[in-house]
């Protein structure tokens, strides 16, 4: 059984060595056709084939090497044979099969041996909507950019599990139909801005409709192998603690994942050689995912990582795997401080604008003592200066987040809460005690407390 197992690897390698012109492999079939080969015999010979395709594949004639996945495509709505992990989910119709995950985080994977190093593709059709409350929250949250419908990633890896690869799998709003069509399930949301119906897929049958005929929601990653075995698959972010919380927190995402939906279809794997050549296209293809930077005139962001991010997009020659690495790692990491300063911007503003919405400024204009409102106002004028500069860091955005949220509790949450005066002088003649009723001894910390039957804040 062992040999046999090995004659197939054998087989598989052939028949993609028969896709490239002028291969001579005619040893290699000789070795498969006889019957008392050893499984070491059978192990050189495919070896030998896998080395005859990376040195003779160009970037200009890849090989289809998607015989080497196990079930890539569902077919028979059979969703288990070949994959590893969680799994995935499938409801049986007449028009077709694919995947389905719904409600559930996710790793689903398989891994391919004997590959040759150099420059791979992995494809799949595919989708992934968390829903809100409706489709037009739902629109709203992917249009704004919220990290809550970034959650899912076509991967590869290598040895220990360590990315060589990975792909935000986009939303069903990011190729919309214009027209619903007759039959299918779709659910639709008309756009503020252009005032277009946008029609998505509203269930598996509409979206392998979308898929195949429509030729929508095709994902390709780029990655570069060593040579050592390959796992490519799909999961949910939050799988991976670290990933999930660094994208989580900018804009507080919150969203019902029992209502997320993941749609998986056609698997492919495709290698384009080891060539320099090959390396470049690569990274041409791989600066392509990513976009050029290019950013709506109301997209609130600062300058500098903007910049960075045009320049490590840029044009670039690279000749091998360690300088396509390194350029498409310098975009990924240039790509993820934009996107969580945009993130933080917007959550900023958003703070901002609570604090100084209407109804907190005639608050603070009535109930504040000429001080702390010229305090306020002054605030108010230095945080408008500090949108129109646009200069503020990560980090710089993030401490002032937390101040605008204390800054709010201090100005208004302690009236409400029916303090007479947050800034009033601590008597040492009087009882301090804290909310849970125990006294004070000495300076209180930062907190709110009650003396003299009046609550009071130290900052």
């Known amino acids: 059984m062992k040999a046999?197992?090995?004659?197939?690897?054998?087989?598989?390698?052939?028949?993609?060595?028969?896709?490239?012109?002028?291969?001579?492999?005619?040893?290699?079939?000789t070795v498969y056709r006889d019957e008392s080969a050893s499984t070491a015999d059978l192990d050189a010979?495919?070896?030998?084939?896998?080395?005859?395709?990376?040195?003779?594949?160009?970037?200009?004639?890849?090989?289809?090497m998607t015989s080497l996945l196990v079930n890539p495509s569902f077919d028979g709505c059979d969703v288990t044979t070949g994959w590893d992990g969680t799994g995935f989910r499938t409801l049986t119709f007449k028009e077709g099969e694919n995947a389905v995950i719904i409600g559930e985080t996710y790793d689903t994977h398989q891994t391919v041996d004997n590959l040759p190093a150099g420059v791979y593709a992995v494809g799949v059709n595919a989708l992934y909507l968390t829903p809100m409350s409706n489709i037009k929250e739902a629109y709203r949250s992917w249009k704004t950019g919220s990290v809550a419908t970034q959650r899912a990633r076509l991967y590869a890896s290598q040895g220990d599990g360590c990315d060589i690869g990975e792909l935000e799998i986009r939303s069903p709003f990011s190729t919309p139909a214009t027209q619903p069509t007759e039959g299918l399930m779709e659910?639709?949301?008309?756009?503020?801005?252009?005032?277009?119906?946008?029609?998505?897929?509203?269930?598996?049958?509409?979206?392998?409709?979308?898929?195949?005929?429509?030729?929508?929601?095709?994902?390709?990653?780029?990655?570069?192998?060593?040579?050592?075995?390959?796992?490519?698959?799909?999961?949910?972010?939050?799988?991976?603690?670290e990933k999930f919380a660094m994208q989580m927190w900018p804009d507080g995402a919150s969203v019902t994942y029992a209502q997320a939906w993941s749609v998986f279809d056609d698997f492919t794997l495709t290698y384009y050689g080891d060539s320099p050549e090959a390396y470049q296209m690569m990274f041409d293809e791989e600066r392509l995912n990513y976009g050029d930077g290019s950013l709506g005139e109301d997209t609130l962001c600062t300058d500098s990582y903007r910049e960075a991010y045009r320049k490590a997009w840029g044009e670039r020659v690279v000749t091998n795997k360690a300088e396509a690495d390194a350029a498409i790692a310098a975009i990924a990491d240039a790509h993820t401080a934009l996107r969580v300063n945009i993130l933080l911007w917007n959550t900023w503003s958003q703070r901002?604008?609570?604090?100084?919405?209407?109804?907190?400024?005639?608050?603070?204009?009535?109930?504040?003592?000429?001080?702390q409102f010229k305090e306020y106002t002054d605030l108010l004028a230095k945080w408008?200066?500090?949108?129109?500069?646009?200069?503020?860091?990560?980090?710089?955005?993030?401490?002032?987040?937390?101040?605008?949220?204390?800054?709010?509790?201090?100005?208004?949450?302690?009236?409400i809460e029916g303090m007479a005066d947050?800034?009033?002088?601590?008597?040492?003649?009087?009882?301090?005690?804290?909310?849970?009723?125990?006294?004070?001894?000495?300076?209180?910390?930062?907190?709110?407390?009650?003396?003299?039957?009046?609550?009071?804040?130290v900052k």
């Open 187 to 241: 659910g639709y949301v008309v756009d503020d801005a252009s005032g277009q119906t946008l029609w998505i897929p509203d269930d598996q049958r509409a979206a392998e409709y979308y898929m195949h005929t429509l030729g929508s929601y095709g994902h390709r990653l780029f990655v570069t192998s060593d040579g050592s075995a390959m796992t490519i698959g799909v999961r949910d972010i939050e799988n991976q603690p």
């Open 352 to 371: 901002i604008a609570v604090f100084f919405s209407p109804w907190n400024y005639e608050f603070a204009e009535k109930n504040l003592t000429d001080e």
């Open 4 to 29: 046999y197992a090995k004659s197939q690897e054998l087989l598989k390698a052939i028949n993609l060595a028969k896709q490239i012109e002028g291969v001579d492999i005619s040893e290699q079939e």
């Open 384 to 415: 408008t200066a500090t949108r129109e500069a646009r200069s503020l860091t990560n980090d710089e955005l993030l401490k002032q987040i937390c101040e605008a949220i204390d800054l709010h509790f201090w100005y208004f949450s302690v009236f």
């Open 422 to 457: 947050v800034r009033m002088p601590i008597n040492p003649n009087s009882k301090v005690i804290d909310l849970q009723g125990r006294r004070v001894i000495g300076t209180p910390g930062k907190g709110v407390y009650i003396m003299d039957g009046r609550k009071f804040m």
């Open 45 to 64: 010979a495919t070896k030998a084939v896998y080395e005859a395709i990376r040195a003779n594949v160009t970037a200009g004639t890849a090989v289809d």
